[in-house]
């Protein structure tokens, strides 16, 4: 037994792997959360022992015998209140996970320092947390208040076009409202997964014998035990949730099994014992080369090539041969891993009637129910998805992780279970952001007005399709920036490989496109002999020209001259100065469009007790989807915000999808302000449920042959500017003009900027998630992922325009995807003016942090 002071109170806790094990699944001390255990690399654990600010995941058993350990749960009453306020006032967090840890590293420096501590100390020492949701700015701003001694309170929150505090704030910053690995029901069994050492390789036998040995272990499940379908997938159902004896596998996060025990750590020692007889074979870690082979990289599948993305306008090679100047350039972009805070997790339990509870953290809990009905061979009725709003997504939560296979060990054994990934587990199974080769051939006259544009682009997207071919498809219709090419030619193509699966993540190929045509235009305009803002000034989309695949716009693409007008005058000034500058104008659509049908429903109900439901069909993810649904209620109701609550479960038919391509907040909003409206012309009866929608039926698909498609309802836009160190080269400043069509919360969309920022920064200059010859990352923990820490976050200046986009609820356009799309080719063609290098594959500073592939030019 080991004896320690927690919060005040003498405790004794049995043997554990660490602290933070004890804290948790022990002495229910729920606070300090599990971002990465045991590699102390996320600070989300970080608690007070004897004073002193330390990683509990990283602090053995040992060394707080007879020590003083606090949490947050042991802080005064009026303490606690002061940091909840000052972080939900400054906007200081967003999905919330890391915050608790944050919060108590704050309080060790602001305890030692008071009023003497700096932004830059604290900047300093907030070095050992990450937080990959707000880009730190309004952490160290919060931080900095409270060691003053201020003590900002949040505004309430009111209708749209206020900052007030986001939904679940204060919780939040105090880690009382729970995540999923923070449930425990009565009998809860623990899950833990085994899965494959080879990412080709035949399996001959599973052997399960060791680990059901193992003195806790209550049942191992594999695929034999499935009573329905094998594959699950959003688009196409190939992805397996156990690879069996007879199949093969097809990357290192295949699933052969799982071990359900009494504790977390005897499944999971469990697990490591099944022991696997392999056949392995060669593994396809190289797009290039798995799409010129006749093999099939992928069990079960035919051919390498997932998707082929073709449109063309015009006569590109007249176009380009009459050109003045001609730029020719191949552009690589690299896998990135969403490294969100919280790793997968789900809960499910039987209930009492028959049916199944399931408790997830997914971008489309809709999609979950339905998948895990076919895996489980019931009807969609006996099961309800519950959201649990999760750490952080960016994309990586659309696909189920262990949804599958934990509703199948709870439905089977009839009782509780909860499966958490470790973080080596969610770095190996969940998809990734698509590497992507492209080639641009491109021509402007002698004024710099373009002239033609040859594009072709090669994906590697892993071997289940997740959303890989619209990703591939996003990209090639981005390809052309926001700008007007009378003359384009473009394809795009996903290759199936054995390397990690890659699909959504923020900007969803948009930036990859972007950030080559962004280097295009740089190019050009050197040749030409004008700045980076005059090239683009020239141009730039306008309302009624024809864009890319051949949509003409509209009025809300004013947006892009908005943007770019913003930043003239910083940009001027700073070439005026001397500085190292770059310029990125970016779009990205919002909504799914290419033909796909959306219907987004909510519900309005208003209880007996006063309470008023608002049910919407979209996943709270950090992004603040819950406080926009809030905030229109209050809008269109008339009423205070504390008598709303915000549910999202399967209760009701109001799925439209995932979670994705910035439409929570446009039709979010749109269906939730029309669930008010009819609640309100029926006189707000009481338990009724007043169902709304909101559509966009209206956009063509790519192939659909159309001269003028409407590919999207929707577009964001944003210009960055990015100014260096001259004597480092170091990123010193950020403006960034992003256009969101309607700010609801201008509190909510400066941090989504910001978080974007840095994610862009990031993305631009030092992270990546390469693979081996194997198809074995080589980036095992989030240190070695290279996400910027804090000091290392330039000061950003985030300047929110609203040009209104016709027909959309209140104007909206969103703000989360277009967020990191400008900035790497911003910051590269920042570079350029620094040292004279023109940069093609990211990331610009860390080469070793990118794939190497087969020579491809796409001729």
Known sequence: MTTFDLNGQAVATGPHVNLLAALRDELNVLSPKDGCSPSGQCGCCTVLINGKA?????????????ATVTTLEGLDDQERLRYAEAFAAHGALQCGFCTPGIVMRAKALIDKKGPELTRNDAQRHLGAHLCRCTGYVSILDAVETLAAGETPVALPLGGLGTSGAKYEAAELALGDRPFIDDLYPEGLLHAALHL??????????????????????????????????????????????????????????DVLAMVVAETREIARQAAELIEVNYRPLPV????????????????????????????ARGDVEVALESSSHVVEEIFQTQRIEHAFLEPESTLAAPTGDGNLHVWSGGQGVWDDRNQIAAVLNLPHEKITVELVSNGGAFGGKEDMSNQ????????????????????????????????IRMAYRAGCDTDGKLTGLWVRMIGDSGPYASVGMKVLERAAGHASGP?????????????????????????????????????????????????????RNRNVISPG????????MDDGCLGARACLDEVKEAYHQAKADGKPVGLGLGLKNSGLGNGFNEIARAVVRFRTDGQVEVRHCWTEMGQGIHTVARQVAVEELGIESNRIEVIVDTTRELGNGQTTGSRGTLMGAGSVA?????????????????????????????????????????????????????????????????????????????????????????????????????????????RKLGILRPSAMPTVDVRLLECPQPDSPYGIKGVGEIGLVPTAGAVAAALRSYDGQWRNELPLNAPDQRDHWAPWDGR
């Open 196 to 253: 494959a050492a080879h990412a080709r390789a035949d399996i001959l036998a599973i052997d399960t014998t060791a680990a059901q040995a193992v003195a806790g272990v209550q049942q191992i499940f594999t695929a034999a035990d499935v009573p329905g379908d094998l594959k699950v997938g959003i688009i196409y159902t190939d992805w397996p949730v156990f690879i069996p004896v007879g199949g093969r596998t097809s990357y290192l996060g």
């Open 54 to 66: 330390r990683v509990a995941c990283q602090t053995s058993l040992e060394k707080v015998e007879g």
């Open 545 to 552: 020209v024809v864009w890319g695949p051949g949509q003409i």
């Open 284 to 311: 396809f870690n190289d797009p290039v080369l798995a799409l010129a082979s006749d093999e099939d990289a992928v069990w079960g599948l035919d051919g390498n090539t997932l998707s082929h993305s073709v449109y």
């Open 404 to 435: 599958a296979q934990t509703a199948l060990a709870a439905w089977l054994l009839q009782a509780p279970v909860r499966c958490t990934l470790s973080r080596n587990e969610s770095f190996l199974m969940h998809a990734k952001r698509h590497p």
């Open 674 to 782: 029309d669930a008010c409206r009819i609640a309100l012309a029926d006189g707000c009866q009481e338990e009724i449920d007043y169902l709304g929608e909101y559509r966009v039926d209206w956009t063509n698909a790519l192939e659909d042959g159309v001269e003028n498609p409407i590919l999207h309802s929707t577009f964001g836009y944003a210009a960055q500017m990015v100014i260096l160190d001259p004597e480092t080269g170091d990123v010193e400043h950020v403006v960034a003009a992003h256009d969101v069509g309607r700010a609801v919360n201008p509190l909510l969309c400066q941090g989504q900027v910001e978080g974007a920022v840095h994610m862009g920064l990031g993305y631009a200059l030092t992270e990546g998630f390469p693979v081996d010859e194997n198809g074995r990352p080589t980036n095992d923990t989030l």
């Open 483 to 535: 700008y007007v090419v009378p003359n384009i030619d473009v394809e795009a193509t996903a290759v199936r490989t054995n390397n990690p699966v890659c699909g959504a993540f923020r900007g969803f190929g948009a930036n990859q496109a972007q950030f080559a045509m962004e280097g295009v235009m740089d190019r050009l305009a050197e040749k030409v002999g004008i700045s980076g803002w005059e090239m």
